[in-house]
């Protein structure tokens, strides 16, 4: 299992667009990716699900953990935190 963590960008947090475009790139994997808040001790969530990425109400300035198994676990986590770090327009 691979995983980073990542500090959100876009000015809404992991909100509306920017998490659909997250989903969007999630479903682009084979890679079993899920993403939690790591200063919650809460269990990740299911990375390709808008209701659960929504429900940790992640804001701007705020870190995430992105975990990925399987064989392009890496290549998935590269794309995903490049959608999270690059800010909106």
Do not use: N
């Not at 969007?24 to 200063?39: L, R």
């Amino acid at each position: 299992m691979s995983s980073r963590t990542v500090e959100i960008a876009p000015k809404a947090g992991l909100h509306a667009r920017p998490a659909s475009k997250f989903v969007e790139v999630v479903q682009e994997y084979e890679a079993d990716i899920k993403i939690s808040d790591p200063s919650t001790e809460e269990k990740p969530v299911d990375a390709g699900s808008m209701l659960a990425i929504t429900g940790l109400g992640l804001k701007k300035g705020e870190e995430m953990e992105i975990e990925a198994e399987g064989s392009d676990a890496e290549e998935a986590i590269d794309a995903l935190e490049e959608v999270i770090t690059t800010p909106e327009e």
